[in-house]
């Protein structure tokens, strides 16, 4: 379990919020502006908070009363970003393998032929990032995050580089990751129209938490997903 409780100051902005983040896809919807990413970028640890604490599973990562901050690197996050930020170089293997031989051996709960099918990846491990569509390439992304064994998956704006029916691909397979490896998934979405596939959303406005709920895919989004 994930829980947040903090306030930051961030310019002009304030981010407040008191949230428990369980196993499961959460999408952390709302417009822009309203501090989902400065939210997650708190998670990570790349950002500092001014004030609460963040902690998972009993673990604290950020503590202001008590000084308490885990640097990022520490945290055990997997983060997708907007843009796959694919090593150009290497293969979708090197990629995946990159983010798995940054843990020592002992602590690698994933492997990499599970990942590679999990995402659909098994046909593109010996191609190139240019040789690959958006969608792959964010596949290859997600891919690597889990590489990494992480205790939680960050996503921000996973879907916003692509089409309609590669967004919701996307979103479906950031649900599958959660169910599937019982992992705690946090993606920043501003879509609603990848919602339905979430096990959880949060809807965040102008810095504070507007709302939680538990959605259903319904046949119309199963509609929706196929076209």
Same mark, same amino acid.
């Given at each position: 379990?994930?829980?947040? =409780?903090?306030?930051?100051?961030?310019?002009?902005?304030?981010?407040?919020?008191?949230?428990?983040?369980?196993?499961?896809?959460?999408?952390?919807?709302?417009?822009?502006?309203?501090?989902?990413?400065?939210?997650?970028?708190l998670v990570a640890g790349?950002?500092?908070?001014?004030?609460?604490?963040?902690?998972?599973?009993?673990?604290?990562?950020?503590?202001?009363?008590?000084?308490?901050?885990? %640097?990022?690197?520490?945290?055990?996050?997997?983060?997708?970003?907007?843009?796959?930020?694919?090593? %150009?170089?290497?293969?979708?293997?090197?990629?995946?393998?990159?983010?798995?031989?940054?843990?020592?051996?002992?602590?690698?709960?994933?492997?990499?032929?599970?990942?590679?099918?999990?995402? +659909?990846?098994? %046909?593109?491990?010996?191609?190139?990032?240019?040789?690959?569509?958006?969608?792959? *390439?964010?596949?290859?992304?997600?891919?690597? =995050?889990?590489?990494?064994?992480?205790?939680?998956?960050?996503?921000?704006?996973?879907?916003?580089?692509?089409?309609? *029916?590669?967004?919701?691909?996307?979103?479906?397979?950031?649900?599958?990751v959660a169910q599937d490896?019982?992992?705690?998934?946090?993606?920043?979405?501003?879509?609603?129209?990848?919602?339905?596939?979430?096990?959880?959303?949060?809807?965040?406005?102008?810095?504070?938490? =507007?709302?939680?709920?538990?959605? *259903?895919?319904?046949? *119309?989004?199963?509609?929706?997903?196929? +076209?």
């Amino acid at each position: 379990m994930l829980d947040i =409780a903090i306030r930051h100051q961030q310019g002009g902005f304030s981010l407040e919020a008191v949230l428990q983040i369980g196993e499961g896809l959460t999408a952390l919807f709302g417009p822009s502006g309203s501090g989902k990413t400065t939210l997650i970028n708190l998670v990570a640890g790349l950002v500092r908070p001014e004030q609460g604490q963040i902690r998972l599973s009993g673990e604290t990562w950020s503590d202001s009363d008590h000084g308490v901050f885990l %640097p990022a690197h520490r945290r055990r996050i997997g983060y997708v970003f907007q843009e796959p930020r694919l090593f %150009p170089h290497m293969t979708v293997r090197q990629n995946l393998a990159y983010g798995e031989r940054l843990l020592p051996r002992t602590e690698r709960r994933e492997s990499l032929p599970r990942i590679a099918d999990l995402l +659909h990846l098994s %046909p593109l491990l010996d191609r190139r990032p240019q040789h690959l569509s958006g969608g792959e *390439k964010q596949r290859v992304s997600i891919a690597r =995050a889990l590489a990494g064994s992480p205790s939680v998956i960050l996503a921000d704006e996973p879907t916003a580089a692509l089409d309609a *029916k590669n967004g919701l691909a996307v979103m479906e397979l950031l649900a599958k990751v959660a169910q599937d490896t019982r992992r705690a998934v946090l993606a920043v979405t501003h879509d609603h129209r990848t919602l339905p596939y979430a096990d959880r959303i949060i809807t965040i406005d102008d810095g504070r938490i =507007a709302g939680s709920e538990r959605p *259903k895919l319904t046949e *119309k989004a199963v509609e929706m997903a196929a +076209h």
